[in-house]
């Protein structure tokens, strides 16, 4: 029975991934906090349904996977786990609003307010001028599209090894993301400080775009963490180690992302924090998560290698 059970988990090891866990987890916490809330709030019905459809479906997802009929680090298994992870930056970040009374807006500027003597986005209130707006609502939408290509060159321009440790990166750096969504949900300074604002942001066609995307998801969902630092960070930091020039090239772009998120009033400076922290932290915990995961898997046996993670 042992011996049963030992070869069970290694099979586990062999056809799952380390974020496949890490997403099963972040759904399974969802879904229970929804449920306790449910008798106090009807509402959360709809979403504890989503999301346990989800959950169920994954489910379903990974056991054809364990089955061997779904190779996992095939192109459709990548790309099942990246749609997932996507996917939850809306639903989970409405879910977290819909679970508690009111929301942290209030305390993230207080602490902006004690960093820095004053709220960043009231400050820059009326200063940033329209060039500047456009160029930063540009910086913003850019970064949607850097995230994407680079999933692709990751997944599919590199070795398995260097694949793996950037799938569970980015997938660890996302669900700290979405778990800081649903533990304190904030609106971000566009919303705290709607009427405290004395002159509206004023872009051209480009910023015109990037508000209308922003509102084509739902408007502001989330701000803490910031997750186009934290994305931009980790991305950066990743390929700084095994690319230097890719990552070089993506230096500058940091800055930028981070600066964008605050001049369009989307995020509080320690939204930052927040981001630089869940990237760092995904960083140094991937490849002992990696090692961890591989000890336990025979050696020979198609698993997970992390030489140089």
């Known amino acids: 029975m042992v011996a049963a059970a030992r070869a069970d988990a290694n099979m586990l090891r062999q056809r799952l991934r380390p974020g496949d866990l890490l997403l099963a987890a972040l759904l399974g916490t969802a879904c229970a906090l929804a449920a306790m809330r449910l008798p106090e709030h009807p509402e959360l019905r709809g979403p504890l349904l989503f999301h346990g459809a989800l959950l169920a479906g994954f489910l379903a997802f990974l056991a054809l996977a364990v089955g061997g009929r779904i190779p996992r680090a095939s192109e459709l298994g990548i790309a099942a786990s990246i749609a997932l992870v996507f996917t939850l930056y809306r639903s989970l970040g409405l879910l977290g609003f819909e679970l508690h009374d009111r929301t942290f807006d209030a305390a993230l500027s207080r602490v902006d307010t004690l960093l820095l003597g004053v709220d960043p986005s009231l400050w820059l209130d009326g200063r940033a001028p329209r060039k500047l707006v456009d160029v930063l609502s540009f910086v913003y939408l850019f970064y949607v599209g850097w995230v994407y290509l680079s999933i692709v060159l990751e997944c599919f321009g590199r070795e398995e090894k260097d694949r793996e440790a950037f799938l569970l990166g980015l997938t660890l750096t996302y669900c700290l993301g979405y778990l800081g969504y649903l533990l304190v949900p904030a609106h971000g300074p566009i919303g705290f400080h709607a009427q405290d604002y004395a002159h509206p942001l004023a872009g051209g066609p480009v910023f015109q775009t990037m508000t209308r ?61 927040g981001g630089i922290a869940v990237a760092v932290f995904a960083l140094w915990v991937t490849p002992r998560a990696l090692a961890a995961w591989r000890r336990g898997t025979p050696r020979g046996a198609p698993g997970i290698s992390v030489e140089g993670a």
């Open 213 to 273: 995307a922003v509102e084509s998801q739902g408007g502001a969902i989330g701000a803490f963490p910031s997750l186009h630092v934290g994305g931009a960070v980790f991305l950066c930091l990743f390929d700084l180690r095994r690319n230097r020039m890719r990552g070089l090239t993506y230096l500058p772009v940091v800055p930028l992302v981070a600066l964008s998120t605050v001049v369009l009033r989307f995020h509080y400076l320690v939204d930052w924090v």
